[in-house]
């Protein structure tokens, strides 16, 4: 293999060579296309050399800042399954960010599939347990799914932040809003006296 001949910074070097004889070529170009170096060699999709799938190491194929901005922009003009993949994207090169996180699970939302969307939501919860609108979305989105125990749980940790700020915090706007909208679609507590 090429690759274990040259060693990764060899095959890249090979790599740079090889893009730097193609007019108008770039390293970038390269890598983001798979082309790579002795035909196909760092990350080629079968063109032949050592190639494959992959990029060598923890090369990114995606710009996660990029992907996010094109996802949010789908996901307002209600392209979810793009931006649904555009996030996915982003989430290669940043895997643990509640931002991302939470946004693809609205995608999710929007293409119907709330089993998707909560387990999105749960997974920027728990790198953010304190996310306001994964918290919101994430009770809305369990009481949908008839898992109303979950849901009054979220709940529960959204009104005691909503407590715990008394109205005077930075998040307070939002607290409120996600507690009266949470509280609206799950109804009144169990035991409640109407």
Known sequence: MMIMRLGQFGAAMALAGALAT?????????????????????????MGGAGGDELPGDAMRYDPVIEYKHGVADLQAGRFARADDEFGHSLQADPANADTLYMRGKAKTGEGDLKGAEKFYEKALKVDPLKIPALRESALTLAKLGQADKAQARFAVLKASNDACGGTCREAPAL??????????????PGAVN
């Open 176 to 189: 409120k809003d996600a507690v009266t909208v949470v509280q609206a679609a799950l109804g009144p507590p």
């Open 22 to 46: 193609q007019p108008g070529a770039s390293l970038a170009q390269g890598l983001n296309t798979g082309q790579g170096a002795a035909g196909g060699g760092v990350g080629g999709r079968g």
